[in-house]
């Protein structure tokens, strides 16, 4: 049983419309609600959830709602929070995200609710896929997924408790964390993985694509995430640019030592290079 009467979804992609999903699968009862830019976004939530109340109008979707969850890319997010912080909010709506980004977002967010009857906690489920929009989105995209949940001193435990609630009632395993430590953590698993597919892709394929005539599985599974979104992505280095910056330098650094060994022919160590790399793997738990 949710502690959650009505839940509004902002932006309903890949991550908004699993979410959608997931909670009619999971939390029965709870009404819920979608907000699109787009007329054509709206029509295609009422196609494909006939029971959710979707609408163009941030004042009519956050109108009576407990929890509103910003799904959109996190350069959008203090835009659209300025306009529900403008809106007639109930008494403990609780405004949350899914952004990959925590302390720009944070910093932005928390002052936008401040003054109102509403308040700021930042979240980050770690599910997603190259994919985007709603026709990829899935009722098991969170199920068994890591949610990175940056409460600051201005959290209320009472907040607190039920975005931990919501999160494991959606199928996360919650971890809290203080929005810098997210941001430096996430810039290593997933933000530098990313800039080194798109760098990946590049290097291989910019200047002969015909070399794609003979690639197999390893090509395609370490350049998959760089078919995501770029617009979303763009967002993502430039509101996280101080650790992205790090992770690439220090990324940049064993690319020289690699160049090195290979240069000076010293087979003892790009022997320890490898080993080094593969114990450190070894350690990533089996899915």
Wanted: glycine share 6%; hydrophobic share 45%.
């Amino acid at each position: 049983m949710s502690s959650e009467r009505s839940i509004a979804i902002f932006s309903p992609g890949l991550l908004g419309g699993s979410l959608v999903k997931t909670i009619l699968q999971r939390l029965p009862g709870v009404e819920v609600r979608v907000w699109a830019r787009r007329e054509e976004a709206v029509e295609e939530v009422r196609r494909e959830f006939p029971s959710v109340i979707a609408s163009s109008s941030i004042a009519d979707s956050i109108r009576g709602v407990s929890l509103a969850v910003l799904c959109m890319p996190v350069q959008h997010m203090q835009d659209v929070a300025r306009q529900m912080a403008a809106c007639d909010l109930s008494d403990d709506l609780i405004v949350t995200d899914v952004g990959s980004v925590k302390g720009s977002v944070v910093a932005e967010l928390e002052p936008v609710f401040d003054g109102t009857k509403a308040c700021f906690i930042g979240s980050h489920p770690m599910a997603g896929s190259q994919r985007t929009g709603l026709a990829h989105a899935r009722g098991d995209l969170f199920y068994q997924s890591a949610c990175l949940v940056t409460p600051t001193e201005k959290t209320k435990r009472e907040d607190h408790d039920r975005i931990r609630s919501f999160w494991i009632k959606l199928g996360c395993r919650v971890r809290e964390m203080t929005p810098q430590k997210h941001d430096h953590c996430v810039a290593r698993i997933s933000h530098l993985p990313h800039a080194m597919a798109v760098l990946t892709t590049l290097a291989a394929l910019s200047d002969d694509t015909s070399v794609l005539d003979n690639s197999a599985g390893g090509f395609r599974d370490t350049t998959r995430i760089a078919g995501g979104d770029p617009a979303m992505w763009a967002g993502i280095f430039l509101h996280n640019r101080d650790e992205v910056i790090a992770a690439l330098q220090d990324a940049s650094a064993r690319m020289t030592e690699l160049l090195e060994m290979l240069q000076s022919m010293d087979e003892e160590a790009l022997r320890r290079f490898l080993t080094q790399a593969k114990a450190l793997r070894d350690l990533l738990p089996a899915v």
